[in-house]
């Protein structure tokens, strides 16, 4: 069977890729949208196969997130609405890279052996959702005929089903949505096991109940400009907007940059990405009062960073300072309910170290009630998110604003049975627990996760910002023949092979006071990234530059 399906697969489908490969990286695959069509309807047969397989509904997501707007990809979400298994990432590789009939169904049989048993009768369903890039809805379009012809009962080609009846492979189509969005359907879906998706409308009210039982009775009135880069966040927050109204909470979100000029416009200057990485005010920004909150989604509002302007300057709240947030609080939450929990609090080599130093010393003033770490993994929310799944509850921030907090299922059953009994703290733990997206960062969740916290702790933006100063930092790309001759240790921060190249950024990082710097090759873009952190900016900055300039060994 898996012959017919590779068969179909190469006939029904757009052309193979001729000269070129793709890899599904760091966030799923990502290119120029022009080269996507073949990848894209394959995705659609990968999802279908893992929905077929597990029995559970999946998810793909097209979209290049903060990447320009020329650009378009694809996410999997499997079926714990977290992101797709690592086998079946080289599986999706494989599958897009193949070019004939025998590597395609070997392939097939050799990721998923049960296939041929499996397909006479299986059904799979897929949740489809894409982001407003003008060529998506034609890659979604892609995607959902990838699916389609695993299903399909017309002409003589493969179906998995055909002598048995089964259903064939299923799409639901979300239409324009936030990656987030996406995830929380398949997780919601697959709970509920009775084959439908929930309506959006449930995300939304999922929002409002939860920050209703945080806020208590507190009159609030809390405003935040959200820059939504031009992307899907608009709305999102349009949607989220009039919930909370509907629910007479006094939050709102004020969009800005929602796209609805030129589609190139799309993280141009403005979002996540612009912000923390520049440390720049977005384009866009509304003229408004000194004491005006700001938050920056990026394209996909899977991430998000909080600012203000300090003497036309901005005060970055990125997602280390997020992290540290909500580490403070659930410590206080964990002390007052004494449920004895672990808090892991986990990381990327890009946190800034002070962040790193803050929230160890957090987790050491709470350590009679509260048993954690602070550990580094390698960069991608999958690394955080599988790490995070260690402890009882799991912080996992990227510096640059991608992150949740997940709550394992004994802390949620032991959360549960403390509020029911009427523990005041663990009621509120209970509520965040259910405000905050549970499978994938989420910009909108998070951001109103930031908000409550505030609000309920009475802590400004100013005070946020002064739990700890960033050490001065700089992250600079450099352009390589080959990225990958590079490889490092599991969390990044050291360079494995060249071996040089580890022993020239050692000899220029022990010149430098508080220096730290590493270097890897990015699973995004084409180039290889260097950071670098030191007691004074210009000191970092020199410290990028003379790594940078040490990348220039031959086999590079
Ligand atoms: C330094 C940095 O910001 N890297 C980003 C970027 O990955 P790279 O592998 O560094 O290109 O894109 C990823 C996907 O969005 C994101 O998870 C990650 O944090
Ligand atoms: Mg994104």
């Known amino acids: 069977m898996s012959k017919a399906l590779a068969s179909a697969i190469l006939q029904k489908g757009p052309p193979a890729l001729s000269g070129k490969t793709i890899t599904y990286g760091t966030a799923g ?52 609405g977290g992101m797709l298994v690592h086998e079946w990432e080289v599986f999706a590789t494989r599958l897009a890279n193949s070019t004939d009939e025998a590597d395609m169904s070997s392939t097939i049989d050799s990721f998923y052996p049960d296939f041929n048993s499996q397909a006479a009768g299986g059904s799979a369903t897929v949740v489809l959702g894409r982001d407003t890039r003008v060529s998506s809805p034609k890659l979604a379009e892609l995607v959902k005929q990838g699916i389609l012809t695993c299903g399909d009962r017309g002409g003589g080609v493969c179906r998995w089903h055909d002598t048995c009846g089964g259903e064939g492979a299923k799409v639901v189509d979300l239409g324009i949505v936030t990656t987030p969005q996406v995830h929380w359907a398949v997780l919601r879906a697959n709970q509920k096991g009775d084959g439908q998706v929930p309506p959006l409308q449930g995300y939304y009210e999922e929002h409002a109940q939860a920050l209703k039982v945080l806020l208590g009775s507190k009159q609030t009135n809390v405003k935040f400009h959200v820059d939504c880069a031009n992307g899907v966040g608009a709305k999102a927050v349009e949607e989220m907007n009039k919930t909370l109204s509907e ?67 901005l005060v970055l709240l990125d997602g280390d300072k997020i992290a540290a947030l909500f580490s403070v609080y659930l410590c206080h939450l964990l002390d007052a309910s004494k449920l004895k929990l672990s808090l892991g609090i986990v990381q990327t080599a890009y946190a800034n170290g002070s962040s790193t130093s803050f929230m160890s010393s957090v987790l050491a003033k709470h350590k009679e009630n509260v048993t954690g770490e602070v550990s580094c993994v390698a960069t991608g929310v999958k690394h955080l998110h599988h790490q995070a799944l260690h402890y009882d509850i799991g912080v996992y921030f990227e510096a640059n604003g991608h992150g949740t907090v997940i709550f394992s299922d004994s802390a949620r059953s032991k959360i549960e049975e403390r509020s029911r009994g009427g523990d005041a703290a663990a009621q509120t ?46 992250m600079t790309k450099v352009l390589v023949k080959d990225r990958n001759a590079i490889k490092t240790t599991k969390d990044e921060q050291r360079v494995t092979e060249p071996k040089e190249l580890q022993d020239a950024v050692d000899a220029a990082v022990s010149k430098v006071e508080q220096g730290r710097c590493f270097v890897r090759p990015s699973g995004t873009e084409d180039c290889v990234r260097v950071y670098a952190e030191a007691g004074k900016q210009e000191t970092a900055n020199k410290l990028a530059e003379d790594v940078g300039t040490d990348i220039t060994f031959p086999s590079l």
């Open 29 to 80: 695959f990502r290119a120029n949208a022009d080269m996507l069509e073949c990848v894209m309807f394959r995705v659609g047969v990968v999802a279908a196969l893992r929905s077929l397989q597990t029995h559970k509904m999946v998810g793909v997501m097209v979209t290049a997130s903060h990447n320009p707007a020329a650009d378009n990809g694809s996410k999997i979400v499997d079926q714990d």
């Open 429 to 474: 733990l209970h509520a965040f627990a259910s405000l905050i997206n549970p499978a994938i960062g989420d910009a909108l969740s998070d951001l109103l996760a930031v908000m409550v916290v505030l609000e309920v702790e009475g802590i400004s933006l100013e005070q946020w910002a002064g739990y700890y100063e960033d050490l001065p930092s700089i």
């Open 247 to 313: 629910h007479s909470i006094g939050f709102s979100l004020v969009p800005f940059n929602v796209g609805d000029g030129d589609p190139e416009l799309l993280n141009e200057g403005c979002g996540a990405e612009h912000v923390q990485k520049s440390r720049k005010l977005p384009s866009g920004v509304p003229a408004s009062g000194g004491n005006d909150k700001f938050a920056s989604f990026d394209g996909d509002a899977d991430r998000v960073v909080v600012w203000y302007k300090k003497d036309s300057n």
